[in-house]
């Protein structure tokens, strides 16, 4: 349900402002594999945040927000090609303040980790190019 609401809320606007949201074939055939791939970690962080209170849950954001910031600028200096990720790194800690919030709402980390992993493995799917 968590992946629905999310869907539905990012994607009433994303075809006329930002990306494609329904998904092509080749990419519709990619989107469960990358939702298989996020989900450890979306189910670690739902574990990691569960029954937290408002201070540590905000650590907890920034620390993951840093990270995953963190990993895609070393992405981009080793693969240079993929330069227009710098346009999307300011959007990766606001998706990760609204997944944090997600977690806090429902407090379980399976539902959590399935309707996090599935929709930002369609936002990758959506938006990141096939070659």
Do not use: D, H
């Amino acid at each position: 349900m968590l992946f629905v609401v999310l869907w539905i809320a990012f994607g009433a606007m994303a075809q006329v402002v930002w990306l494609q949201w329904w998904l092509i074939p080749v990419r519709l055939v990619l989107f469960p594999l990358l939702a298989l791939v996020c989900f450890p970690w979306f189910l670690a962080s739902g574990v990691a945040q569960q029954n937290l209170k408002l201070g540590k849950r905000i650590l907890w954001w920034l620390g993951q927000s840093t990270v995953l910031v963190g990993g895609f600028i070393l992405v981009l200096y080793l693969l240079p090609q993929l330069s227009f990720i710098y346009l999307l790194l300011p959007l990766f800690p606001i998706l990760m303040l609204i997944f944090s919030f997600a977690a806090k709402l429902l407090n379980e980390p399976w539902s959590y980790g399935i309707g996090s992993a599935m929709f930002f493995g369609w936002i990758l799917a959506a938006a990141f190019p096939l070659a």
